[in-house]
């Protein structure tokens, strides 16, 4: 049974620092691209952040030079440092593991909520 689980989510002023964690178990951790979205509400899901198995990474355009996304696999986890936190940063946080083409299914953790105000 595949499981991802995120924390480190919370209520931080702004221009402060998270760090989130998605913990992996039951897949091999180390071939999927893992992705961090997030929805704040009346909004659509988006990509925040992804790294693919070799490491590469890409940021959409709002969190470039803020967040960095990383990867650990003999931990079977990945990280989001976000720095320099903004209101608009107000979401709730989900990782997603991905292989398609070759793997149909994606894998979401639950969510972890990041709200930035002072």
């Known amino acids: 049974q595949v499981q991802l689980v995120e924390s480190g989510g919370g209520l931080v002023q702004p221009g402060g620092s998270l760090r989130l964690s998605c913990g992996v178990s039951?897949?091999?951790?180390?071939?999927?691209?893992m992705g961090w979205y997030r929805q704040a509400p009346g909004l659509q899901r988006e990509l925040v952040a992804s790294?693919?198995?070799?490491?590469?990474?890409d940021y959409t355009d709002s969190v470039k030079g803020r967040f960095t996304i990383s990867r650990d696999n003999a931990k079977n986890t990945v990280y989001l440092q976000m720095n320099s936190l903004k209101p608009e940063d107000t979401a709730v946080y989900y990782c997603?593991?991905?292989?398609?083409?070759?793997?149909?299914?994606?894998?979401w953790g639950q969510g972890t909520q990041v709200t930035v105000s002072s």
């Open positions: 997603n593991a991905d292989r398609r083409p070759w793997n149909p299914i994606v894998h």
């Open positions: 039951g897949m091999l951790f180390s071939i999927y691209t």
């Open positions: 790294i693919t198995s070799g490491g590469s990474t």
